[in-house]
């Protein structure tokens, strides 16, 4: 199969879903090394700057796998985007929770990593891990709905 056709076979949902995943799954990496183990605030500054730019992002890439008389997505794919909101919000509910739990004993707090970066750098994190699993539900959805 050529990679065209095997492109034209996936549908643009479980692209894009796939593409975000990484995406994300790299500002998490930098979030942990850079932020948490390096004591540094860029990759924290980096992704404050990225986060709400992904959203742009889907808009974009949209508009540039448009074709004149086809639709890009239909009532399916808006039932799989509604079960991943379903997915990230239980993601940020059980992290924002633990989280809160944790830091609430002077155990959870004697964990954190010695600079003033590693509590914003769990918040973003347990924004990112949420995203994260959301996508992952598109991908998984779409290619389940394939099979």
Known sequence: MSRAAARDAQPFGERFAWRMVGMFAGMALMLVAGTWLGGRGTPLAAVLIALPLTYGFRWRVASDEARPGRA?????DAAIRARADVAFRRVASCWFGAL????SFDAGRAL???NGYAVPAL???GLVMANIAGHATVAWLYRQDRA
């Open 112 to 114: 954190l990593a010695p």
């Open 100 to 103: 809160a739990l944790g830091l």
């Open 72 to 76: 890009l997505e239909d009532e399916r």
């Open 123 to 125: 918040l973003l994190l």
